[in-house]
């Protein structure tokens, strides 16, 4: 191993609101993984909530970041598909393929799921490594900011496709967050017959092309709404906002417990479903970076390099005025 002796810097999370900057040893590959150099690490909004509260109970220390892009420089010893000097974006799920859920074909619901960032060292370092079969080649005319959003774009995809059938249906985004952004673009891609989004800063709706922007309370009749946003209200604005037969999909995570009017749920037939992670949407997720008419390039707004990542995160916490997704630049 030529990295073996070598160091790498990276951000570890080392208890609530403790995100360090250290020191580590390049990681090894095992077996059926590669060793990437990261060239992009985009923040995403579970960062945030996981630097403040966890809820996903990280193990500390650990390096955090899970949206990752970079260059192949070592590969474990089963991996023949892989070469070192590939550009490459990793997917931060790695499914057990043996448990139930797996066996279903649901890996995104693995019962036994690891995660990069979670309980695996993540993307927010020089180096990271990860299982082979979640990382995908990056085409030419894919950079590495944009290979960054291989899972984010492959998890609003799943709450594309929890919506069920979108086409032809009014659907309202509740959220102009990153995600809400991206979720906002591929409804129009799966031919909603209208997207509505509802936000609260100007800057962050104007970059979402060709949708209208509403305010959530005065939304009506709408078949379809999607939770982009973690607020509790906004559960209540949505399912108000759904006509008979319509469909809340809770993408973000509520974490407090929210008092639901079943009545309504069984009066109207309304239905709830979640979406969490992708069920194989990789490959997808990758057709969607290259399609002008997303134009997902402008969900990153700002490239900040790695050295100045206290700058990054306090732009992705409290810039909401100027920055959508903030990235990550190593050198
Ligand atoms: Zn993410
Ligand atoms: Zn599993």
New binding site residues.
């Given amino acids: 191993m030529a990295h073996s002796h070598s160091y790498m810097k990276s951000l570890q999370l080392q208890g609530l609101n403790k995100l360090v900057k250290v020191e580590l040893p390049i990681p090894v590959p095992g077996q059926d993984e590669v060793l990437i150099k990261t060239e992009v690490a985009t923040i995403?909004?579970?960062?945030l909530h996981d630097i403040k509260t966890n809820a996903f109970g990280i193990k500390y220390p650990r390096v955090m970041g899970?949206?990752g892009s970079g260059v192949v420089v070592a590969c474990g010893s089963g991996v023949t598909d892989y070469t070192p000097g590939t550009r490459v974006a990793a997917h931060?799920v790695v499914p057990c393929r043996a448990c139930s859920e797996c066996e279903r074909g649901l890996e995104h619901l693995c019962l036994h799921m690891s995660h990069l960032g979670i309980d695996r060292d993540g993307c927010f370092a020089e180096y990271f490594v990860q299982r082979a079969d979640r990382v995908r080649p990056l085409p030419d005319n894919i950079s590495f900011a944009l290979g960054a959003l291989l899972?984010?774009v492959a998890?609003c995809l799943e709450a594309i496709s929890r919506s069920n059938d979108i086409k032809g249906k009014t659907v309202l985004v509740a959220g102009d967050g990153p995600f809400g952004n991206i979720i906002a673009r591929l409804a129009q891609r799966a031919e909603a017959a209208r997207v509505l989004v509802s936000g609260r800063e100007p800057f962050r709706l104007k970059l979402i092309p060709g949708v209208e922007i509403v305010d959530a309370v005065q939304a009506k009749s709408v078949d379809i709404a999607i939770l982009a946003v973690s607020a509790a209200e906004a559960v209540y604005t949505c399912l108000q906002a759904l006509r008979p037969r319509g469909r809340l999909v809770i993408f973000s995570a509520v974490q407090e417990p929210v008092a639901l009017n079943l009545f309504n749920i069984h009066v109207s037939e309304l239905e709830v479903a979640g979406a969490c992670n992708d069920e194989n949407k990789i490959d997808e997720s990758l057709q969607c970076l290259t399609e002008e008419r997303l134009a997902l390039e402008n969900i990153i707004t700002h490239q900040i390099p790695f050295d100045r990542w206290e700058e990054a995160f306090e732009l992705a916490r409290n810039g909401h005025n100027k920055a959508l997704k903030v990235a990550l630049v190593f050198d």
């Fill in positions: 995403c909004t579970s960062d899970h949206e931060p899972e984010p998890v």
